[in-house]
């Protein structure tokens, strides 16, 4: 029974619809807390590969314009490689983000509906405090995690910019062109690295908190 419970879970996951996800994972006594934990787990991971991701992307950027030698078709294949890649690791944080959005959302608006339940005006209060400071902690982080994901697209824009010039201009005179633009590509990775690092620590404290709470 339960691997069936499971497979619609995923189901429901993969299907986009939720609401019923979240149910789903409710009755398997997998609660919005625990996923939004998880999500921000993956989102953090997802930033981890990013970042290793640019700086060999910078690497080979660095390889193709300033090391003698080689094919020039091979030097733009090797490039564009790293820039399909970038794209492909770009596209997972930014999914990884919207899903930390999602399970947010519909964590808040469940604990803001349940404070109406409470009979005890204490606990009532209590819980609207924890509820307070536990969303003002995610808006927070959130931002955090926006900024890291507003950098990607500098660094993105370089490299698509020039494994096009370089694809339709393969000789050494393109090369050199591209020379100039190492620095700036440089420049933006380093800032990416900085603002994905902020969001990481950010991440781990975050889930610490939650983690801490609900023990």
Request: hydrophobic share 40%.
């Amino acid at each position: 029974m339960r691997p069936l419970v499971f497979a619609c879970i995923a189901l429901f996951s993969l299907s986009g619809c939720q609401s019923a996800y979240y149910a789903a994972m409710d009755k398997v006594g997998v609660h919005k807390r625990d996923i939004l934990v998880d999500r921000v787990e993956e989102t953090r991971d997802a930033q981890q590969d990013a970042k290793q991701q640019f700086k060999d992307a910078l690497e080979r950027y660095r390889s193709v314009v300033q090391v003698d030698g080689g094919e020039l078709e091979e030097r733009y294949q090797a490039l564009d490689q790293e820039y399909q890649a970038s794209e492909a690791s770009a596209q997972q944080v930014r999914q990884r983000i919207a899903a930390v959005e999602d399970v947010a959302v519909a964590l808040f608006e469940e604990w803001q509906d349940e404070l109406a339940q409470y009979s005890n005006p204490s606990l009532r209060a209590a819980s609207a405090k924890e509820l307070s400071r536990t969303r003002q902690e995610y808006r927070s982080l959130l931002q955090r995690m926006q900024a890291a994901e507003a950098r990607i697209e500098p660094v993105l824009s370089v490299l698509r910019d020039q494994v096009l010039f370089l694809k339709h201009n393969l000789n050494a005179r393109a090369i050199g062109a591209l020379q100039g633009e190492y620095r700036t590509l440089q420049g933006n990775v380093d800032q990416l690295m900085r603002e994905m690092q902020r969001s990481i620590d950010e991440s781990d404290a975050f889930i610490r908190r939650l983690q801490s709470t609900a023990s």
